[in-house]
């Protein structure tokens, strides 16, 4: 009796399915589901805790840099091309992220650097940042504090718009003043003009509104300006201070997760002080991995939250996974 209503239910099914298939269009060959391909991607926003901060990561998109070898210097073209290459990475065209930690103190929303805004110096890809903060969600009415690692166009490039009107109508500016006094000052014809340019068009305009921060100052509640000179000669990485632990958003620290990570003691391009930049990027890296702090990197692969460990006279970048937690829905 068994076997037959096994047997019933089987072709039961069998003919259910059959009918099914027909309706749809679907013959004995399998599915011939055809949709276009898409061009859309996900949303630019990544979302996580640290302590009882929320960190919300949000980009101003990929900033190409095309050959390494005119960026990253102190090593030969076939030394650089088998780093990138023994990583899977183009050998040919360095891309880097610009990643944007805003962070709900509790207290204050505090966004850390801005991206290109409307320069295209380094393609079309730059200038997402307030398409990522819409879609994160965020105003940029209610960020009440940007705090800038230094004054390089793809950090400060976004505070506002082509006409030079603020985006940020209700923040507070913080910063080094040895980089504005630098970047502003377009009386030295030696400076990048271009950086000079956009640095002017994005930091006068918040003139009144920016506080010069020091090295150990606790500026904000739980976040910690530290000296990194080097990149720049006021160049600040800060530390992110709750419950007991820590995580530094680093910035321009180090632009590679395997070049300059692996080879710190390589030079970069863009540096004011190539030389005082090694010398601090292996300080603070050795300071990371010997303490297990996590970082913030500013043009690591998206989101560019993770750890470094040392190995050899080096160290290594270690990738964070991402959590992607849903929140219950509420009950009605």
Known sequence: MSEFLLSRRAALFGAGAFATAAATGLGASGAM???????????????????????????????????????FLGASKDEIGKLLTDNYLSASNVVLEQNSPVVNTGKNLVLFDTGMGTQKMFGPTTGRLMTSLREAGIRPGQIDSIVITHGHIDHIGGMVDAKGKRLFPNAQVYMSQADFDFWTDDKDPKKLKDFVVHARKNLLPYRDRIKFIKDGE???PGITAMAAPGHTVGHMVFMLSSEGKQLCFIGDLTHHQVLLVERPRLEFAYD??????????????????????????YHFPWPGYGHLSKH????RYHAAPMEIVQVPPKKT
């Not at 949709?35 to 009882?52: C, I």
């Open 33 to 71: 589901a055809k949709a276009p391909a898409l061009k859309s991607q996900v949303p630019y926003w990544y979302r996580f805790k640290h302590g009882t901060m929320q960190v919300t990561m949000v980009s101003d998109g990929p900033l190409p840099l095309g050959d390494p070898g005119g960026a």
């Open 218 to 220: 606790e500026f904000l």
């Open 272 to 297: 004011t002080d190539p030389k005082q930049s090694a010398q601090t990027r292996v300080k603070y890296l050795d300071m990371f991995a010997t303490q297990k702090i996590p970082v913030i990197a």
């Open 312 to 315: 050899g006279d080096g160290f």
